[in-house]
């Protein structure tokens, strides 16, 4: 088996890296190889001297297969703000093309699930014309989608779902991320999310900061995911 998916959110901030990571466990309690990527990180700090993401630094802890932290993370940028603003600071220009050959690079290493991470949500802009979302046509990858559910989460938990069929890609599987402990009418708006997402529910996350990984990840049906398409 081998199959590999990207995983986007619903908007910044909407728990990518925190659902990433809980799936990758599952995977691990599987007893599967994983790899993980974030090809794109902005806001990063020095750390053995290069510039790391607390992100990419999750990720690559939490998957099974070591890789070296430049090749989890092969653009690293400075500052927290959209990644073409933050490459443009440094003199420096995102391309597809460019990230695909890391990307593939990276895929190199046998792993039975690789999970890729973007950055932000599913248009974000990688230059002038080029978005996070032609990488991932560029891979021909299924999507997971993160919804951080809040207010305003299903307009752009469907805005997305669509972007994605129009891209032309597989959406795999969501998860629910409840990441508002204030947010009203949860339970309706997941069960709305369920009748008109085009696929399964993987799980969902409750808000529970005190909660292990190992508690969370029973929240999560990585069968559903298994049973996908693999690549």
Known sequence: MRKRFFVTGTDTDAGKTFVTVLLLEALKQKGL???????????????????????A???RQAMTQPLPYQQVNPIALQSAIA?????????????VDRLAGLIRGALMTPAEVTLIEGAGGWLVPLNERETLANLVKELNLPVILVVGVRLGCLNHALLTAQ???A??????GWVANCIDP????VEENIQ??????????????????DATSAELVQHLDIDLLLGGASL
Do not use: F
């Not at 204030?182 to 009418?185: L, S, V």
């Open 163 to 165: 972007a994605v069929a």
């Open 167 to 172: 891209a032309g890609l597989p959406l795999a």
């Open 192 to 209: 709305t999310l369920r009748s008109m997402l085009p696929a399964p529910c993987l799980g969902v996350i409750p808000h529970a900061p």
């Open 33 to 55: 190889r994983t790899l993980a990527l974030k090809p794109v990180a902005a806001g990063c700090e020095m750390e053995e001297g290069e510039w790391r993401n607390d992100d």
């Open 57 to 59: 630094n999750r990720l």
């Open 83 to 95: 990644p073409h603003l933050a490459a443009a600071q440094e003199g420096r220009r995102l391309s």
């Open 182 to 185: 204030a947010a009203a009418m």
